[in-house]
């Protein structure tokens, strides 16, 4: 059963109740199975794909690379969970997060993704309150958030050094 994008985003925020939101049910929540995938090229994050034999109730399977780390793994779940969320009439056989996608060069499918994914995993309603209890690093609130620093700097919008030295998103 499809739901609208309203609704979905709706369920999400009612899974949003502390941090670091916990993206795998929320995965769950919409019919979804996570898998973690090892031996992936460094370049694959991950992949939503419809599965038969693996998905969830809704057919479909989200695949991550398990090499990667626990902050790109979360961030790739949330991103797949977006695809399924905005695109699922995209999504065909599968659907690819790769180096691409992270190139700066996507396309405003995968900018849709990324904003949903940045929303599921930092929502303001909750950031705020961090910030307004005068918690406002980088550092501290991507580790309340289990995301990475580049990510938080990119989600508070201040600049962030070491997102020149290649840390994933």
């Not at 919409?30 to 969830?56: A, C, H, Q, R, T």
């Not at 989200?62 to 790109?72: E, G, M, Q, S």
């Not at 309603?125 to 289990?146: R, W």
């Amino acid at each position: 059963m499809m739901i609208s994008v309203s609704e979905a985003l709706n369920a999400i925020r009612s899974m949003q109740v502390s941090a670091p939101v916990k993206v795998v049910p929320i995965a769950n929540r919409f019919g979804l199975n996570v898998y973690s995938m090892s031996g992936w090229p460094d370049d694959l994050s991950g992949k939503i794909k419809k599965d038969p034999e693996n998905g969830g109730p809704s057919g479909y399977a989200i695949f991550v690379n398990a090499d990667h780390p626990r902050v790109r793994r979360r961030f790739t779940i949330a991103h797949e969970i977006a695809h399924f969320i905005l695109h699922r009439d995209a999504i065909g056989d599968e659907l690819l997060d790769d180096a691409l996608y992270r190139s700066g060069l996507s396309g405003p499918m995968e900018v849709a993704a990324n904003r949903l994914a940045a929303d599921i995993l930092m929502p303001w309603h909750l950031l705020n309150v961090y910030l307004q209890n005068g918690i406002n690093s980088v550092e501290e609130l991507a580790e309340i958030f289990d995301v990475s620093k580049s990510t938080m700097s990119i989600r508070l919008g201040v600049p962030y050094e070491s997102r020149k030295t290649g840390e994933g998103a």
